[in-house]
Nanobody, 119 residues
Framework: QVQLVESGGGLVQPGGSLRLSCAAS????????MVWYRQAPGKQRELVAR???????DYADSVRGRFTISRDNAKNMMYLQMNSLKPEDTADYYC?????????????WGQGTQVTVSA
């Protein structure tokens, strides 16, 4: 089994910064794409940023230029540096990874970490 655990959420003022982390553990042979999603109250879950194993990145238009996704393949970690935060960034942020375990490939999710941007 594979577990994904997010951390780093919290309350921040508009214009502030937060750094989210996602730690993958378990029987992991290889991690393909890693993705951050978010879901605001009353809204559908949306893709925030994606990073391939080789480091190619893609961002939602709403966060491009403010957020930076990165990963450490040796540590099975993914990060999201969020700068110039806005109230509309308030959401639960989820880590998602495409993982090859010792015997199968699967799609895994973390439990989420809450980010609140408010004065």
């Amino acid at each position: 089994q594979v577990q994904l655990v997010e951390s780093g959420g919290g309350l921040v003022q508009p214009g502030g910064s937060l750094r989210l982390s996602c730690a993958a553990s378990g029987i992991i042979s290889f991690i393909y794409d890693m993705v951050w999603y978010r879901q605001a109250p009353g809204k559908q879950r949306e893709l925030v940023a994606r990073i391939t194993r080789s480091g190619r990145t893609d961002y939602a238009d709403s966060v491009r230029g403010r957020f930076t996704i990165s990963r450490d393949n040796a540590k099975n970690m993914m990060y999201l540096q969020m700068n110039s935060l806005k109230p509309e960034d308030t959401a639960d942020y989820y880590c998602n990874s495409d993982v090859l375990t010792g015997w199968k490939r699967g799609d895994y999710w973390g439990q989420g970490t809450q980010v609140t941007v408010s004065a």
